[in-house]
């Protein structure tokens, strides 16, 4: 695996989101590479990762497969990863087994693979089979996320708390970075469920995360979701790309 990275050849994973694959709609034209190339010098981001730059908001769209909205099954989940203007500059997959989706679903074990628009991975997210629950503190979730992948950029590691989901956003060395603060309540029923980002002191707001209401039929019959996250342009911590989507 590692000397097929090594070599930028593209996973047979991402092929069906290449540019010129039958899946990809007119309205959803991803963004050309090239233009990528144009922007300004990237705040220490590793390669793949310079179109981050200049946005403050991405838009993460779950794919839905007909048949499994129509036969109720659990199948690996997919995303398009989108700018404000719907383009889509980055997609993932996940990749688990049967048992993990259908028996662990929220807390399952995943790794998502995250590539850009000529199908090269260039984030990878990882998260063990852990709890999330305050009963169990001394194993709640955490991730390891990895950019270029096999070389770890940081973590989201869930802290305990007996009202609030929280996590804390750490560096390569585990130093703590920032926060994340959810609600009380994270099943939001027919409104947006959102996710503060906040400076270590948890008193300066930075950014959110949002999990957006998609809808009576998709919420009830789909296990579908939208995300939204809002940073400023300037921050650089690669960890707000994909965080803990479905643990959230």
């Known amino acids: 695996m590692a000397s097929q990275e090594s070599q930028g050849q593209t996973n047979p994973i991402f092929k069906d989101y290449l540019p010129g694959s039958s899946d990809i709609s ?69 990749e688990n087994d049967c048992f993990d989706r259908t028996l662990c679903s929220p807390v399952r074990s995943f790794t998502i693979r995250i590539a850009d628009n000529t199908g090269q991975e260039v984030i990878r997210v990882i998260r063990p089979l852990r709890c999330n629950s305050c009963w169990f503190p001394c194993f709640l979730q955490e991730l390891e996320v990895q950019s270029p992948p096999g070389t770890i950029a940081g973590y989201v590691v869930q802290n305990w708390d007996p009202f609030l989901p929280k996590f804390t956003i750490q560096n390569q060395s585990k130093e703590d970075v920032l926060k994340i603060i959810g609600p009380y309540a994270t099943c939001g029923c027919f409104e947006d469920v959102d996710f503060e980002v906040k400076a270590l002191n948890e008193m300066t707001t930075i950014g959110k995360i949002s999990k957006y209401w998609s809808g009576f039929v998709n919420n009830v019959f789909t296990n579908t979701a939208n995300f939204g996250i809002q940073v400023p342009v300037d921050l650089d911590d690669l960890m707000f790309f994909e965080n803990s989507l479905d643990g959230l």
């Open 26 to 94: 007119k309205q959803n034209k991803p963004v050309e590479p090239s233009l990528w190339k144009q922007t300004a010098p990237a705040h220490n981001l590793p390669p793949g990762l310079e179109y981050l730059n200049q946005l403050d908001r991405i838009i993460i769209h779950q794919q839905v497969e007909i048949l499994e909205a129509i036969l109720g099954t659990e199948s690996s989940s997919k995303y398009e990863i989108k700018n404000h203007l719907g383009q889509r500059v980055y997609f993932a997959v996940e």
